[in-house]
């Protein structure tokens, strides 16, 4: 066996192991939409991206068709974990189909919503003021249930990718944060203040949004 027919069998086994835990997902939650599967480099400056669930990034003729993102880097943590991020992936595609808004902050704050679609999927959510619901972990109960694709994922994960140390972000300051609203209106507070929770404006009623280089990310992210 050459060494690109070796490449290519650890991605088919993985891509499979996944869509078929994804598949799994939908029977239980049928609301949970297609995806396709890309997999790819979750170090960022910002952090360690272990997934996301990104709406009609992909066109199939005249359909969009949204993306299920997995970061090979979060591999190395075994099938439980990866089980956690695609059902945690999974939630965001049924608050899409279901047209509720389950972040802010540019996907990055998980509100009390996406908390509550968590909770019907089976995962145990904790809070931070970074990203609010987003910290994920799989049940025994869900585990269990997940069984057989939990086996599936373990004996795909054969690889993962190299955590990469990337800089170039914008170093944080005692400045505070800099939002915008929709409206255009501008204001500073500190960087706990603007984590605390999201600040509306009395005009529009839109969220005031820092930039994405303004704050620091934790280590482990999940879109």
């Known amino acids: 066996m050459t060494k690109t027919t070796q490449t290519a069998s650890i991605t088919a086994v993985l891509v499979d192991a996944i869509e078929s835990t994804w598949h799994a997902i939908q029977e239980r939650h049928p609301d949970v939409p297609e995806v396709v599967v890309t997999i790819g480099s979750g170090s960022a400056a910002k952090g360690l991206k272990l997934g996301h669930f990104a709406a009609d ?87 269990s249930a997940y069984g057989d694709q939990v086996a599936q994922l373990d004996a795909a994960l054969v690889a993962y990718r190299i955590t990469e140390t990337i800089g170039g972000g914008r170093k944080s300051n005692n400045n505070g944060v800099s939002a915008l609203c929709d409206c255009a209106r501008k204001i500073r507070v500190s960087k706990a203040v603007y984590e605390g929770g999201p600040i509306l404006c009395g005009l529009c009623g839109t969220e005031f949004r820092a930039d994405d280089d303004e704050l620091t990310d934790d280590d482990r992210v999940e879109g």
């Open 57 to 143: 990034r992909w066109v199939r003729g005249t359909e969009r068709v949204h993306e299920l993102f997995v970061g090979g880097e979060g591999l190395k943590n075994g099938g439980r974990d990866l089980l956690g991020t695609l059902l945690h992936e999974a939630a965001h595609g049924a608050a899409q189909v279901r047209g509720i808004k389950d972040t802010s902050r540019q996907g990055r704050f998980h509100n009390t919503k996406f908390q509550a679609i968590g909770k019907e999927f089976g995962l145990r959510l904790s809070h931070n003021n970074t990203q609010g619901w987003s910290e994920t972990a799989v049940p025994d109960a869900t585990l």
